[in-house]
């Protein structure tokens, strides 16, 4: 296809009503120079905007329908850290060959993952060349309410969501193995949008795991000036993980990147109520620490062993694995 043909393919395949274009506040979408929203009074826009490169976000052969769903579902997850509503997205997409049936799968994996949380591709751009997608995702959120990385004090409870470390099992064993049965976990992350909103005005601070448990916790830290203590047994593991010897688990759950779980830091006070956002959510909340005044992230199993990952989590400019 030539490049107009490849916008009105995915303007159609994106084809929103005037109703619920209406109701998601777009003035003007696909089709212009740029897109015009409508905010809501009483709302402030909260912009992410997340790039995925072929080989080093996602293997090679990756289908292009799992290529458009965690393009959407990585920024989906930054709205989430923030406890921001998502509403609209923008699109940019670098192709080596704009072939339909590629483009109609992309556009189902998007379309699969944008109706579950209402949000409307209002336009973007297209370009020849490697295999390259960035999305930006805007979304609304209450002054005052948004969840931030700074805040965390001494004594607030450090708490997950769902699993971690299975993403990065998962990519070891598609280079070892070629196929690996849980692939969703890497291809498919589930963004934790309702849970983000729900932490809104209880969390002292957020984040969503990307790059790994720990070089994550690092910039919640970084930025609220203390450390943290981590109990290594309380950390969640997939079933994936299971079988392997402790060290091997760890260092998964700790510096395993592609989680994109929510990490975020609670006065103790509020402890009770992991129990109710659990419920509503439909996801496991798991306590595994505890913030402390001294800096720097100590873990340790439950009989008091020091344990020191192999490494801190992902780093783009340095030498890393490939997806």
């Not at 990585?74 to 080596?96: C, F, K, Q, T, Y």
């Not at 290594?232 to 395993?256: F, V």
């Not at 830091?265 to 909340?285: A, N, Y």
Request: glycine share 12%; charged share 20%; hydrophobic share 40%.
């Amino acid at each position: 296809m030539k490049e107009f043909q490849l916008i009105q393919q995915i303007r159609q395949g994106i084809s929103v009503s005037a109703t619920d274009k209406l109701k998601s506040g777009v003035i003007l979408g696909i089709g212009d120079d740029a897109a015009v929203v409508e905010v809501p009074a009483g709302f402030h826009l909260v912009a992410a905007t997340d790039t995925l490169n072929a080989g080093i976000h996602f293997p090679a052969g990756t289908l292009p329908y799992d290529i458009a769903y965690k393009c959407l579902a990585v920024n989906l997850s930054d709205m989430a850290a923030m406890g921001a509503i998502p509403r609209w997205a923008l699109l940019s997409l670098s192709l080596p060959e704009a072939g339909q049936q590629w483009v109609m799968s992309f556009i189902d994996g998007f379309n699969s993952l944008a109706n579950i949380h209402g949000v409307v591709l209002i336009g973007g751009d297209t370009t020849h060349g490697p295999l390259s997608v960035s999305l930006t995702a805007l979304g609304l959120v209450k002054p005052g309410l948004q969840l931030m990385r700074h805040g965390a004090n001494p004594g607030d409870l450090l708490v997950v969501s769902g699993t971690v470390g299975g993403a990065a099992r998962v990519l070891d064993l598609l280079q070892i193995e070629g196929d690996c049965k849980a692939r969703p976990l890497l291809d498919r992350p589930v963004p934790r949008v309702e849970l983000g909103q729900r932490l809104t005005g209880y969390a002292s601070s957020c984040i969503d795991i990307s790059d790994g448990l720990l070089a994550d916790l690092g910039h919640v830290l970084e930025a609220s000036g203390c450390g943290a203590h981590i109990v290594l047994e309380s950390l969640p593991g997939d079933e994936i993980l299971s079988g392997l010897e402790n060290h091997q688990k760890w260092n998964y759950q700790l510096s395993g990147g592609d989680d994109y779980e929510l990490l975020f830091t609670l006065s103790p006070k509020h402890r009770d109520m992991l129990t109710t956002w659990s419920s509503q959510s439909g996801v496991d909340l798991s306590v595994i620490g505890e913030i402390e005044e001294e800096s720097g992230i100590r873990c340790k199993s439950s009989t008091g062993e020091v344990f020191d990952p192999e490494n801190s989590g992902f780093e783009h400019f340095q030498k890393n694995h490939e997806s």
